[in-house]
């Protein structure tokens, strides 16, 4: 694919104008951002979530700041093209304006990515407006927010009632006016999502959101199935399942190692007959 030209915040503002579709992935390393970038992806967020799918934890709780500096590095050795947006991890900006902006600097200059993500609405605008006027620009993050996840009481989906729909209503147009550069729309319902979008100037993301957005998100080894099967989201397409060729390629290799199949002589590397000669008398040792 040819390359793109750099995605910028206002480039996706022009593309929300024109109504054209944001793509945007997650991805947590140098190969899958590569991928991603040859495949034209206009965002890649190093979210959170790589807690989940990568370190084996349960949840984003245990995610440090150290983990998503050292996972951006990764991700943006990998670009040119795309705008990279790293997730502030949990409790990184609740602990005061000079917290939050100690961690989004750190993110920013540590982790070379190009902006950062946020969760929540109206509580944290002051804090997104801090960091904003220090020059990062800011996703937000509403709906189904998994760093609240024990607060929530699960994985459900918002904006299914008349006060949820006020509230994240209120909630983006805070976040809009603090500065937000977007905002991501994370399991609420399609015409809520499509409400909120119509009354925003920046992009909305969706996940599990609907077609209304602005754009989509995906994570990067839900879309392509890559590791362990977990229970299907109603929300995920699977465009790949590589988990399932990775298997049976890994499971390959170990039978033909068990049955002396591999390595072949072509996978092997042989001396000069000469040398052969001088060292063992014409016959190679075993």
């Given at each position: 694919?040819?390359?793109?030209?750099?995605?910028?915040t206002s480039r996706m503002r022009k593309m929300k104008k024109d109504g054209i579709p944001i793509s945007m992935i997650t991805a947590y390393d140098y190969p899958s951002a590569r991928l991603a970038e040859e495949a034209g992806i206009d965002v890649i967020l190093v979210g959170d979530s790589l807690g989940n799918v990568v370190l084996g934890y349960e949840s984003t709780l245990p995610v440090t700041l150290d983990d998503?500096?050292?996972?951006?590095?990764?991700?943006?050795?990998?670009?040119?093209?795309?705008?990279?947006?790293?997730?502030?991890p949990f409790m990184t900006y609740h602990g005061?304006?000079?917290t939050a902006l100690a961690n989004a600097g750190r993110i920013m200059r540590e982790g070379m990515g190009k902006a950062v993500k946020m969760e929540g609405g109206k509580e944290i605008a002051d804090t997104v407006a801090a960091i904003v006027r220090a020059g990062v620009p800011v996703m937000g993050h509403i709906g189904f927010t998994p760093q609240s996840l024990h607060q929530i009481g699960g994985y459900k989906v918002q904006g299914k009632n008349s006060a949820q729909a006020e509230k994240m209503l209120e909630d983006a147009k805070a976040l809009e006016q603090?500065?937000?550069f977007a905002i991501v729309l994370e399991l609420v319902t399609e015409e809520l999502a499509a409400r909120i979008t119509g009354e925003l100037d920046i992009p909305t993301i969706?996940?599990?959101?609907?077609a209304g957005c602005d754009g989509q998100v995906l994570v990067f080894h839900d879309l392509l199935q890559y590791g362990s099967e977990g229970p299907a989201k109603k929300f995920v397409k699977t465009y790949a399942n590589l988990g399932q060729q990775i298997r049976e390629g890994i499971a390959q290799y170990v039978k033909d190692v068990k049955n002396r199949c591999f390595p072949g002589d072509e996978h092997s590397f042989h001396m000069d007959h000469d040398v052969v000669e001088y060292l063992y008398g014409g016959t190679k040792r075993s």
């Open positions: 694919m040819e390359r793109q030209k750099p995605v910028t998503m500096i050292y996972h951006t590095r990764a991700v943006t050795r990998a670009v040119s093209a795309a705008f990279v947006v790293t997730d502030m005061g304006t000079d603090a500065g937000a969706g996940i599990g959101a609907g």
